[in-house]
Nanobody, 124 residues
Framework: QVQLVESGGGLVQAGGSLRLSCAAS????????MGWFRQAPGKEREFVAA????????YYTDSVKGRFTISRDNAKNTLYLEMSSLKPEDTAVYYC?????????????????WGQGTQVTVSS
């Protein structure tokens, strides 16, 4: 059974930093794309960043480029999202997701496995 378990969320002041982690288990992710999504209150879930498990190519939505960094540790089967220069508009529940296959897609409907989410709150 595939499990994605996020951690690292919390309350931080604007301009601060957080690192989210996602422990993945239950399948081999070497042929997959892993992603981070977020959902703010009253809004749809949106793509934040993705990484190809093999090769490590990364992709970001424009609003986080230069501030967020996605990475993975193959040995630990763990996905990370380093977030810096946080803004109040980054406040959301952040989800880890995995998509079978090597093509990077930003649509939430194309991801096969999801974590339960971790809350990130940025105060002004």
């Amino acid at each position: 059974q595939v499990q994605l378990v996020e951690s690292g969320g919390g309350l931080v002041q604007a301009g601060g930093s957080l690192r989210l982690s996602c422990a993945a288990s239950g399948r081999t992710f070497s042929g997959d794309v892993m992603g981070w999504f977020r959902q703010a209150p009253g809004k749809e879930r949106e793509f934040v960043a993705a990484i190809k498990w093999i090769g490590g190519s990364t992709y970001y939505t424009d609003s986080v480029k230069g501030r967020f960094t996605i990475s993975r540790d193959n040995a630990k089967n763990t996905l990370y999202l380093e977030m810096s220069s946080l803004k109040p508009e980054d406040t959301a529940v952040y989800y880890c997701a995995a998509k079978r296959g090597v093509v990077v897609i930003t649509a939430t409907s194309r991801y096969d496995y999801w974590g339960q989410g971790t809350q990130v709150t940025v105060s002004s």
